[in-house]
C-alpha cells in the first residue's frame, strides 16, 4: 500500500484560493474546455441523482485537464429544504487522483471550491460583459454564493454602489453586518435590481426572483441558481430580451430551467469569447447563466493541493 491520501479541510482551502490566481486559471480552463478534444478537456455533463423523498439531489462531476495534468471527481448534494440551520444547503468533496497511476492523492472539502470558484467564473463573465460605465451591483440572495460573489466582486471592480436583497430581510441586514463594508440592504427585489448595471442572482428559488421590466437596458446579469430543469430565477421577458452565454452549452441546454423553458438561443460560451471566436456584446442586456462545470472544479483542486504540498510541514 502507498501513502494515505491527503485530507485537505475547509481552512485550508480557504487560504489556498486567491481570486488573482484564480481567475487566469479559471480563463484557461474555459478556453480550454470550449476548444473540445483539441483543449484537452474531458467533461462529461455530470450526473444528477434526485433524491425526491428529501428533496435533494446528489451530483457526480468528473473532469481531466491534459494541460493541467489534473483528474479530479466532484460529489455536491443539494438540498431545497434545510432542516437544520447548522447544515449549508449544498455540501462537496473534491476527489483528486494521479492521472498516471490513478491513485488517490487527495480529498479535499469542495464546499469553498464551489464558493469560490462560481465567483471567479461570475467575474469573469462581467469583466466581459458588463457595460464601461457600470456603477452599481445588486445581490439577490444572502447566502453562501451571494456571499462568495460578494467578496470576490468587491475585489475584482470598483463599485460606487453595492446592493442586497434577500427573502428574509433579517438574513440581508446580517450579510451587510457580517461583511462590514457599505451595502444598502432592499426590502424588494425591484428596488434592488432598479439601475443596477451588474446584478447577480444566487438564490435557491424555483420560481423567477428577476423580472425583465425591472432590468436596466444594457445591464449584465450573473444568474447563478435555478440548476434544474424545471427551476427558474429569470423570467421569459429577461430571457427574450437578452443576449446569452453560458459556460457550457451542453450542460446548460440539458440544466437550466431559464433556457430549458424559455428556449432562448445561446450566444456563446465564456471560452468562445475568452479565445476570440465569439464577440462579447457589453452595450447590450446581457445574461451570463453559470451551472458550474467540473473543469473548475479541477483546476482549484490542483491550486489548492500544490499549495498544501508547499506548506505541509507548516500546516
Ligand atoms: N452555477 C454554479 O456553479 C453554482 C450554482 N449554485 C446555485 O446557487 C444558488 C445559491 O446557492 P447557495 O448560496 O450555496 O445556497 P444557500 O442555501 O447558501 O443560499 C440560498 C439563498 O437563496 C434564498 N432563497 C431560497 N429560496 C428562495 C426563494 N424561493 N426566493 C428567493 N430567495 C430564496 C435563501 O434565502 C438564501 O439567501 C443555488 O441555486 C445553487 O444551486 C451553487 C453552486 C454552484
Ligand atoms: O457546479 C456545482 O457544483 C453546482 N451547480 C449547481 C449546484 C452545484
Known sequence: ????????????????????????????????????SEGGVVQPVRTIVPVAKHRGFLGVMPAYSAVDD??????????ENKLSSEIPSHQATVLLFDPATGVLKAVIDGKVITDKRTAA?????????????????????????????????????????????SRTGENAKRFAEAVGGKILVCSTPQEAVTGADVIVTATMSTQPVLFGDWVKPGAHINAIGACRP????LDDNL???????????????KESGDIVLSQVEI??????????TKTALPDKTTVFKSV???????VSAKLVYDFWTMNKESE
Request: aromatic share 10%; charged share 20%.
Open 121 to 165: 467564473v461570475s467575474v469573469i463573465a462581467t469583466k466581459l460583459l458588463k457595460s464601461a460605465h457600470a456603477e452599481v451591483l445588486c445581490i439577490l440572495g444572502s447566502g453562501a454564493q451571494a456571499l462568495s460573489h460578494y467578496h470576490a466582486f468587491t475585489q475584482e471592480f470598483l463599485f460606487k454602489e453595492v446592493r442586497i436583497w
Open 292 to 298: 458550474g462545470m467540473a473543469i473548475e472544479d479541477t
Open 230 to 233: 424545471d427551476w427558474r430565477e
Open 267 to 276: 450566444k456563446a460560451e465564456l471560452g468562445e469569447l475568452l479565445n476570440g
Open 239 to 253: 430571457m427574450k430580451n437578452c443576449v446569452l452565454y453560458v459556460d457550457s452549452k451542453e450542460a446548460a441546454a
Open 70 to 79: 489534473a483528474l479530479t471527481t466532484k460529489v455536491v448534494t443539494f438540498y
Open 1 to 36: 500500500m502507498g501513502d494515505m491520501p491527503a485530507f485537505i479541510p475547509a481552512d485550508v482551502v480557504e487560504k489556498s484560493l486567491d481570486y488573482p490566481t484564480l481567475i487566469p486559471l479559471l480563463e484557461r480552463a474555459l478556453i480550454n474546455f470550449s476548444m473540445g
